[in-house]
């Protein structure tokens, strides 16, 4: 069974980094994009961060310039490097990866899947 295993997140000052990673596993035909999403309390769940296959990288307004996302094909692996961090990027940070599975009896067409979630709190 695909799943999306995240890793990373917890407490960081305000001004600090902090990194997250995420590791599809299972039997995994083709990945075409992977990346971050997050949603704080109250708020919409919002685009984070994504790397698609092509290489191409896309950052939402508030990660540009202070969020770096990077992808280890070989290891079905994305990471998200947070610097600068402010309170305003306390959320449930979520992996998501669409990508064509090779499980028996899976999709032939590209499903998404998402992570369980890691918290990442920014606060002095």
């Known amino acids: 069974q695909v799943q999306l295993v995240e890793s990373g997140g917890g407490l960081v000052q305000p001004g600090g980094s902090l990194g997250l990673s995420c590791a599809a596993s299972?039997?995994?035909?083709?990945?075409?994009?992977m990346g971050w999403y997050r949603q704080a309390p109250g708020k919409q769940r919002e685009l984070v961060a994504i790397?698609?296959?092509?290489?191409?990288?896309l950052y939402g307004d508030r990660s540009k310039g202070r969020f770096t996302i990077s992808r280890d094909n070989t290891k079905n692996t994305v990471f998200l490097q947070m610097n600068s961090l402010e309170p305003e990027d306390t959320a449930v940070y979520y992996c998501?990866?669409?990508?064509?599975?090779?499980?028996?009896?899976?999709?032939?067409?590209?499903?998404?899947?998402w992570g369980q979630g890691t918290q990442v709190t920014v606060s002095s």
């Open positions: 998501n990866a669409g990508l064509v599975s090779a499980e028996e009896g899976a999709s032939p067409f590209v499903v998404e899947y």
């Open positions: 299972g039997r995994i035909e083709k990945i075409y994009h």
């Open positions: 790397s698609h296959r092509t290489g191409e990288l």
